[in-house]
T-cell receptor, first 115, second 111 residues
Framework: KAGVTQTPRYLIKTRGQQVTLSCSPISGHRSVSWYQQTPGQGLQFLFEYFSETQRNKGNFPGRFSGRQFSNSRSEMNVSTLELGDSALYLC??????????????FGEGSRLTVL | QQQVKQSPQSLIVQKGGISIINCAYENTAFDYFPWYQQFPGKGPALLIAIRPDVSEKKEGRFTISFNKSAKQFSLHIMDSQPGDSATYFCAAMDSNYQLIWGAGTKLIIKP
């Protein structure tokens, strides 16, 4: 069974630009969560989608947005990029809502560098 | 404030020794405590998890000890092996079903 696939794996952007990251969950998984990982900060929760609806949202500004498609694939978008947005963005899928089982299956992440 | 404080930030253990990573929390509403393991270049993967109705859970060489009154939980890795070298994250699930993560511990097992 294929794991969680994230694209692109690496990207470099400049301040003020926007970026879209993609995530394909494990087949059959309906929940997709997004996290930002920075050194020393652990994982910061961005949002969770289930059946195309945002079910939970972390404390990030409105520049961070996401969506989920009918095939459970998800995208997240960051507009007006800032230097502090440089991070590894992780996508995680779960069979049902993450709250029900707590087990998340992570992809390898998209490493964003903002110059 | 919802926080999970993890320590130490880094840890070096000799092969065969016991690795111990600690986490503390403040919010008594947390009710699910997983540990994730992350190797370089990979996403985190669930290692072991516990709910507050038990004080200990063991899976192979990995044990979670949970102290509800002290609001602390810890991961013990027995007979640590070089293959255990990774970053370990503790987390806690809050009443909004959101996982709150510790900052991570980089574990190095010396051969």
């Amino acid at each position: 069974k294929a794991g969680v696939t994230q694209t692109p794996r690496y990207l470099i952007k400049t301040r003020g630009q926007q970026v879209t990251l993609s995530c394909s969950p494990i087949s059959g998984h309906r929940s997709v969560s997004w996290y930002q990982q920075t050194p020393g900060q652990g994982l910061q929760f961005l949002f969770e989608y289930f059946s195309e609806t945002q079910r939970n949202k972390g404390n990030f500004p409105g520049r961070f947005s996401g969506r989920q498609f009918s095939n459970s694939r998800s995208e997240m978008n960051v507009s007006t990029l800032e230097l502090g947005d440089s991070a590894l963005y992780l996508c995680a899928s779960s069979l049902v809502l993450a709250s029900d089982t707590g087990e998340l299956f992570f992809g390898e992440g998209s490493r964003l560098t903002v110059l | 404030q919802q926080q999970v404080k993890q320590s130490p930030q880094s840890l070096i253990v000799q092969k065969g020794g016991i690795s111990i990573i600690n986490c503390a929390y403040e919010n008594t509403a947390f009710d699910y405590f997983p540990w994730y393991q992350q190797f370089p270049g990979k996403g985190p993967a669930l290692l072991i998890a516990i709910r507050p109705d038990v004080s200990e859970k063991k899976e192979g060489r990995f044990t979670i000890s949970f102290n509800k009154s002290a609001k602390q939980f810890s991961l013990h890795i027995m007979d640590s092996q070089p293959g255990d070298s990774a970053t370990y994250f503790c987390a806690a699930m809050d009443s909004n079903y959101q996982l709150i993560w510790g900052a991570g511990t980089k574990l190095i097992i010396k051969p």
